[in-house]
């Protein structure tokens, strides 16, 4: 049994079956209806954000198989969280003197890197939340509970915030 894999980038909760991904799955010769439903079931958590997935199907059978739902960027995980479109300052908020697009919650940026853990490279949650914490540094104007994001690495490296590391970390890995 072979399989083939058709990689999409998808509205969260609301693929279509319009071109390209329509057309594609024609193609292949799968269930448009069906895969899409399945699509948004797995996307929904996405919305409002270009999600990527991979449709497994047997090309022999024309059977869905599974469907892979991939994370968006952490830079817009962090915009959604925030309600923001970007992470920047206008003309007008520097000339009104404003420094700061938002600040996001030490648990905000828990929510983000539990959503994101899969697919980053730490050895642990606390590495992994200093990943995320490293995304938001090069996001001009976000701060983390009142600090610039580089002053929350340097607390994270002394040990600050490892009690609620280890206690989120447990609900992860359950």
Known sequence: MG???????????NAKPAPPLGPTLAQA????GEV??????????????KVPVKIIYDP?????????VGTPPVSSLIKKELGIEKAALSEEDKKAGKTIVANMTMDQVIKVTKM?????????FKSAVK???GSIVSMQGITIEGKS?????KEIDEGKWDEKFEKESKSVSQ
Request: no cysteine; charged share 40%.
């Open 149 to 153: 994001p580089k002053e929350i690495l």
């Open 3 to 13: 399989k083939e894999v058709i990689e999409a980038l998808v509205d969260g909760g």
């Open 60 to 68: 022999d059978t024309h059977k869905l198989l599974d469907i892979k």
């Open 116 to 124: 994101k853990i899969d697919d980053l490279l730490a050895k642990d």
């Open 36 to 49: 899409i439903q399945k699509i948004n079931e797995k996307t929904k958590e996405f919305a409002g954000m």
């Open 131 to 133: 990943q995320v914490v």
């Open 29 to 32: 010769k799968l269930n448009i």
